[in-house]
């Protein structure tokens, strides 16, 4: 009994809350981390879907403000510096071909203005051909001295005439008294300016212009016909080395839908030439000058508000442009895709969302219906 008690007394000695601690210490069993990790499995694969939907469509709209960014600063630099400037939007194909290449924007380039030109003499001056009653073009007529003007160096037979790499050329704006712009468009020169004669460069514009604002000049600066008078020749920006910016990876400027007008698919990847990159072109007043006209790089004046739609590169589906399929569904007719939204009156810029599309009897008509709801809808993000 005496042999007893002490370790009876040992025992009940040991405190109740460091007993409950060393029976705890055992850890968890394995049924409770089975149970544990099927609740985790299952929350996972649940959420799994949401958030990738949540990255997918941050980066659609982080896109569509970095583009929007990027053409606000181009219309700004061509406010302050009195010159034309604009953004390039490249093709991660240039190849002739309608293919999920040729049909994405993925890199944006800066296009910087150059001076305008004003002649080769401090003297130089255009004469004006004013046109007979009711007439809509007019003549203009630089002078003929040797290599005033800088566009024709030399004769269109010779190697180094091209006419479409010249510094001035077809499409470039000319200012005249007033303040007025229009489009030159260069006749073909077949004489020898280059071998000093004194032949006549001549031009032509359009007096209806919607660059001329009225088909008349204002009074007070109406030349007389055959009155020579100065002018400033606004030639085409040049592609900057720098300021590049490209999409996030998998994110695109599907150029199937993108255009000009309420159902324009201008952009839209050719297959008889090389697909030539979008160039939008800002002009001192903030508005937007020229774009490109067609998928080949011609250019013109924007006759319609400008859609740039920005989805997924699994969207990219210019052979079957309706596709619905949940899974891969086109850009047009998935409503995570975006619409940027130029006016170019003003060359405002907004982001829009996609809008759902009733109608795939057509291009052009469900291009209507997707724009038509992406204009009236509100809008996600705006330039100032």
Known sequence: MSVLMPLTQQVSSVPVEDRFIERRSHGFTLVELLIVMSIFLLISAIALPTVRTLISDQKVSQASRTIVAYLDEARSRAISEGRFVGVRIERASVASAVDFRT???????????????????????????????????????????????LLLYTDPTASLYQKNTAPIKDGDLIELPGGRYFRLDFDDYTGSLASGGTDIVPATIDLNSPLSGSNTFPVIHEPIDGAEVPYRIHRSPVLSTSQSVTFPRGIVVDATYSGIGIDGNQFMPQSAVANAPIDIVFGPDGRVETISSDAVGNRGVPDGLIFLCVGDSDGLQPTTPFNADPRTPANLMNLDSLWIVINPTTGRCVVAPNASVSTTASMSAALRDARSLAILSDTLDASP
């Open 103 to 149: 049909a994405a924007g993925v890199r944006l380039r800066q296009l910087r203005g150059v001076p305008p030109y004003t002649g080769e003499s401090t003297d130089a001056n255009v004469t004006f051909v004013y046109p007979t009653a009711g007439a809509t073009t007019a003549d203009l007529e630089f002078s003929g001295v040797k290599n005033q003007l």
